[in-house]
């Protein structure tokens, strides 16, 4: 599997970005996809994920105001970033894996996904 991120840019404070995660490979095999970020100084944080199934689930600091979905092919995924703020200020990473998902158990941590894009920075000045 492989995984190509795109949409990161400057953004002034209260404004809007998408980013977008195209899947290759054996797509069919994908399980769950999510977000990750890092800013400066920073360990690596969950933001937000999407299930095969559809099931979303988000970090508290984002929930309500960032949007993840999957687009028409389910190949791609997007993450809409509404009312950013500089705390949003990161680098993102788009991240898959291939594990079936059971028991309610929605991962948010870094080890449990195994396919890793490039990162796409976000940079929200205030």
């Known amino acids: 599997v492989q995984l190509q991120a795109s949409g990161g840019g400057l953004v002034q404070a209260g404004g809007s970005l998408r980013l977008s995660c195209a899947a290759s490979?054996?797509?069919?095999?994908?399980?769950?996809m999510g977000w990750f970020r890092q800013a400066p100084g920073k360990e690596r944080e969950f933001v937000a994920a999407?299930?095969?199934?559809?099931?979303?689930y988000y970090a508290d600091a984002v929930e309500g105001h960032f949007t993840i979905s999957r687009g028409k092919s389910r190949n791609t995924v997007y993450l809409q970033m509404n009312s950013l703020g500089p705390e949003d200020t990161a680098v993102y990473y788009c991240?898959?894996?291939?594990?079936?998902?059971?028991?309610?158990?929605?991962?948010?941590?870094?080890?449990?996904?195994?396919?890793w894009g490039q990162g796409t920075q976000v940079t929200v000045s205030s």
């Open positions: 991240a898959a894996d291939t594990s079936r998902l059971g028991g309610g158990y929605l991962p948010r941590v870094g080890n449990a996904f195994r396919y």
């Open positions: 490979g054996r797509t069919l095999s994908i399980d769950y």
């Open positions: 999407i299930t095969w199934s559809d099931v979303t």
